[in-house]
């Protein structure tokens, strides 16, 4: 049993950004860098991003990194 707050069930889940963080709010709100749509969330870098976006963003990261680990491993 585990609760979740506890950092082992982050580790268990793909490299997410602690969103929980007040790092990764702010009262203005800027235009997401990927959708450019408002948003007061900011990204690992502070640079404006809904959740969702950023994490679509870095899952897609993975996947075309997954590719090309894979690509490179079969040639
Ligand atoms: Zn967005």
Redesign the pocket.
């Known amino acids: 049993m585990s609760g979740p707050d506890e950092p082992e069930d982050d580790a268990l889940v793909l490299p997410l950004l602690d969103w929980r963080s007040r790092d990764h709010w702010s009262w203005t709100e800027k235009p997401?860098?990927?959708?450019?749509?408002p948003?007061q969330m900011r990204d690992s870098k502070h640079k404006?991003?809904?959740k969702?976006?950023?994490e679509r963003a870095l899952a897609q990261q993975a996947a075309d990194a997954a590719d090309a680990y894979q690509i490179g491993q079969d040639r």
């Open positions: 997401c860098r990927y959708c450019d749509k948003t404006p991003a809904h969702l976006c950023a």
